[in-house]
């Protein structure tokens, strides 16, 4: 079950090159490691552009990444969902306001408890029940990986809301 971990929006209404964003921006999250939910290089799931008649731009583009954060068990993926919404832009002037989300969740593998190392063979046939097997697995294992889990999910969003500030800032 996916649980939302970061939530932010930020906006700049500025002077930029969409085509000069786009590559960057994904060049940027290639690099962090994400992969898009439809293929490794493929980021976007929607995308829309309409022109007005005084040839104002609007796009609007939802990027959706995953990245495996723990491979190991308990296995930890994460999820990120990042709407892009670009208003006015102006081809002539590069000028125009643009507002991005940035949705960030992870999954926590839930799997039935094994009994595969000797301490747990032992507990077992002295007596204990699956259910305190379980309880103490994911106290060990999972609550750990969780709380590492949101720390490094919340700390890689404020990377990416950082990288688009300085971004940003370099057209101001």
Known sequence: MKEDIYKTKVSFKTKFNIGDFYEKFTKFLSSLGWNGVLGKDYFET???????????????????????FQPEEPKVTWYMKIPIKITGYDRRTSFGTIEIEINGSHEIEEKEVEIRNTPEKILAFIGFSKDILKKNYEKTRVKGAKKRSISSLSKECEDIKKWLHEYFKAYY
């Open 46 to 68: 929607y995308q829309y552009h309409r022109i007005t008649p005084e040839g104002l731009e609007f796009y609007e583009i939802v990027f959706e990444l995953t990245k495996t």
